[in-house]
Every structure is written in structure tokens, then in C-alpha cells.
């Protein structure tokens, strides 16, 4: 069974500043891939970032980047020069690259970026 | 280009009652999911459709129906609806088939459903 766990519920940084919000995953599977979403207050998810496991480059993508290592089946997000736009939940999620096609979700970080 | 949409955005039911929660995309996807999202986890699977004419079961289907109407809808329903479906539900769709999971699936807004 695949799980993703996310052990900080809460987490706050300054406006400007940068923060990582932590992911670690159990999978037997040895091809996968990595999601960061993010849902603001409108509730809607929002792809932030994806890494695909067979990649040792870590993605980046604009102010986000992750911090990926497979050995130890961890998968920060790091979001850079925080904006008070990024105050959201974020949620780490993974899924198989074989058998059924669903995300499994982590239960979430709620950040706040105060100004 | 709406996306995903969903409706109806918040609905109220009594213990017993049945009703239809609507999902249509308009990117051409393949495939389509509903998830249900509780406080304090994260969404969990109800159904999917990897393709048109297709359905399977996710991690939480009890007490849920599905219908993939066409290429573009994608229909849940509670056929007597219970307290523990209190819930928020999301749909979601990607591009499926040949890129075998690593496509990005997209979200509707939710449905925020409460069963008294």
C-alpha cells in the first residue's frame, strides 16, 4: 500500500522569505511519480510541481523547487521569496506509474505568509 | 477553455436521499476521477474513468454510483445518502491512456455536501 505523510500541519513564514514543507512517501513500487498541489481558499487544487522518480534532477519551477531523495523517500517542496498568494494548504501526493490511476494524498500543510 | 466544472457547489440532503453530483471537463481528457476530501486527510479516491465506457472502483466507492456519460462528463451519485458522506467532493481529469500516470491531473472546484 502506498502512503504520504506530511508531519507538519501548520506552518507560517515572513513575507519574502523562504520555507520548505516536508513529504516522506512508502512505496515497494521502484517507478513513481511526485506531485506537489496547492488549494487556496477557493478550495480548488493547483498543480505546483511534479517530479518523476527515474529523474535525479531535482524540478524546479519558477519560485518552487523540491528537494528529492529516493533512497530516503523524501520530497520537500521549497518555496522561495514567499508571497502572500502562496497562504494556502499544500499537499504532497504520489502515484504508480503502473496499476490503477489515482493520486494518493498526504493530509496537508496549511501555510500562512505573513506580511 | 472552463476546465473542470462541477455543480452543484453546496447542497444539503437528509439522511436517505438521493441525488447526483455533475462533473464536465472540455480539455479532451481521457480520463476522470472524483475524490472526497475530509478534515484533516487528503482526497481520497471514490471512482475513476481511465477512458470512455469505463469505470473502476478507488480506494472509498461504498455507498457510491458512477456514470461516465460521455468523453466529457463524468457523474456521481449517492443513491440514499448517510452522514458519514459529509464531505467535499472534487472531480478531476488528465489526459490518460499512453502517458501511463505521469500526466498532471486537474481539478474542479468541489462540492461542498452536507447530509444531515
Known amino acids: 500500500a502506498q502512503t504520504v505523510t506530511q508531519s507538519q500541519p501548520e506552518m507560517s513564514v515572513q513575507e519574502a522569505e523562504t520555507v520548505t514543507l516536508s513529504c516522506t512517501y512508502d512505496?515497494?513500487?521502484?517507478?513513481?511519480?511526485l506531485f506537489w498541489y496547492k488549494q487556496p481558499p477557493s478550495r480548488q487544487m493547483i498543480l505546483v510541481i511534479r517530479q518523476e522518480a527515474y529523474k535525479q534532477q531535482n524540478a524546479t519551477e519558477n519560485r518552487f523547487s523540491v528537494n528529492f531523495q529516493k533512497a530516503a523517500k523524501s520530497f520537500s517542496l521549497k518555496i522561495s521569496d514567499s508571497q502572500l498568494g502562496d497562504t494556502a494548504m499544500y499537499f504532497c501526493?504520489?502515484?504508480?506509474?503502473?496499476?490503477?490511476?489515482?493520486?494518493?494524498f498526504g493530509t496537508g500543510t496549511r501555510l500562512t505568509v505573513i506580511p | 477553455n472552463a476546465g473542470v466544472t462541477q455543480t452543484p457547489k453546496f447542497q444539503v440532503l437528509k439522511t436517505g436521499q438521493s441525488m447526483t453530483l455533475q462533473c464536465a471537463q472540455d480539455m479532451n481528457h481521457n480520463s476522470m476521477y472524483w475524490y472526497r476530501q475530509d478534515p484533516g486527510m487528503g482526497l481520497r479516491l471514490i471512482y475513476y474513468?481511465?477512458?470512455?465506457?469505463?469505470?473502476d472502483k478507488g480506494e472509498v466507492p461504498n455507498g457510491y454510483n458512477v456514470s461516465r456519460l460521455n468523453k466529457r462528463e463524468f457523474s456521481l451519485r449517492l443513491e440514499s445518502a448517510a452522514p458519514s458522506q459529509t464531505s467535499v467532493y472534487f472531480c478531476a481529469s488528465s489526459e490518460g491512456l499512453k502517458l501511463q500516470g505521469r500526466e498532471t491531473q486537474y481539478f474542479g472546484p468541489g462540492t461542498r455536501l452536507l447530509v444531515l
Open positions: 474513468s481511465a477512458s470512455e465506457g469505463t469505470t
Open positions: 512505496t515497494s513500487e521502484s517507478n513513481y511519480y
Open positions: 501526493a504520489f502515484r504508480p506509474k503502473t496499476g490503477a490511476n489515482n493520486l494518493f
